[in-house]
């Protein structure tokens, strides 16, 4: 799941100085954050989903 760019700043990170360090652990921190987050949304849509589908049909929109 790595990409390039972020082994790239791991690298820097293990040869660079402690503010790269800190700044690609806050980079990774909001990258675990916001697939946390697109994991939940889409958690809590799929089930509306159906629903949702129905009711657009049901009304002929």
């Known amino acids: 799941m790595w990409g390039v760019a972020e082994t790239r ?7 660079g100085s ?15 954050l916001v ?3 697109i994991w939940m949304v889409r958690n809590v849509a799929s089930p509306l989903r159906p629903a949702a589908l129905f009711s657009v049909s049901r009304f002929g929109a």
Request: hydrophobic fraction near 35%; aromatic fraction near 0%.
């Open 9 to 15: 700043l791991v690298a820097d990170a293990d040869t």
């Open 18 to 32: 402690r503010a790269e360090a800190d700044a690609t652990r806050k980079i990774d921190d909001i990258r675990e």
């Open 35 to 37: 697939e946390k987050t």
